[in-house]
């Protein structure tokens, strides 16, 4: 009972294996921690902003189909939009009025222009919506990897002290398991979190490009029926 009672005289809290391991486990253990804190402030950010580029949306688009004319609403947003929908909107706005002659009439290819404005704000945005996710997509594939790493050189170390001691009691023994399988433990915390929202805040960033994306083909015909009318 003797070992027993050793082992359990010996701190396993977190703080202290963390201070009893190798140097080596030691900084696994801290960049595993620092890409979890990391994660989690991208994926509270992230839900920030997709709400903000919701509820942008939704109100440029009450906005867009108030009746009001365009050109109204154009002037109305001035140089600076401030969200995304209305810098897509302002894009093509922008080339709309560059596609006029002097006399009213449209520059032959102006419909094309007009898609292609708006096509390359919207990569604009969708690359703004994005940014930060693959972040996550990597620690969510090398956190567990990283943590093993640690915990591998986490019983190597443990192994060592058993040779070096000619000891293989609990006492012995536990410790440096228990410190090994902390960075295992820190890898899945930082990996599974980044999974589960780069999944969910993936397909959220679809659907909201997917959102400007129509609008963007609504803008053209609308545009399109416009010229045929003139």
């Not at 190798?22 to 709400?51: D, E, G, P, Y």
């Not at 706005?93 to 596609?99: D, I, V, Y």
């Amino acid at each position: 009972m003797e070992p027993i009672q050793a082992a359990e005289a010996i701190d396993f809290s977190a703080v202290a294996l963390f201070w009893r391991s190798s140097l080596t486990v030691q900084v696994v253990m801290v960049m595993l921690i620092v890409a979890s804190f990391w994660s989690w402030a991208i994926i509270v950010q992230k839900f920030l902003t997709f709400a903000q580029a919701r509820k942008e949306a939704a109100k440029f688009d009450r906005a867009f189909w108030s009746g009001e004319p365009l050109d109204d609403l154009y002037d109305r947003l001035g140089d600076r939009p401030k969200g995304p929908s209305e810098r897509i909107f302002s894009a093509g706005m922008t080339e709309w009025r560059r596609s006029h002659r002097d006399d009213g009439r449209l520059i032959a290819g102006g419909i094309g222009r007009i898609d292609r404005a708006m096509n390359v704000a919207i990569q604009r945005e969708e690359q703004r919506l994005f940014r930060g996710l693959s972040f996550l997509a990597t620690v969510g594939s090398t956190a567990p990897f990283i943590g093993l790493f640690g915990t591998v050189w986490g019983i190597k170390s443990a192994f060592e002290g058993i040779a070096l001691t000619q000891d293989t009691s609990l006492a012995v023994v536990a410790p440096g398991i228990a410190e090994a399988l902390l960075a295992t433990a820190l890898g899945l915390v930082a990996a599974i979190p980044a999974v589960v929202f780069y999944n969910k805040l993936s397909g959220d960033a679809e659907r909201i490009t997917g959102g400007w994306e129509a609008f963007s083909d609504e803008f053209s015909t609308l545009l399109s029926r416009q010229m045929d009318e003139a």
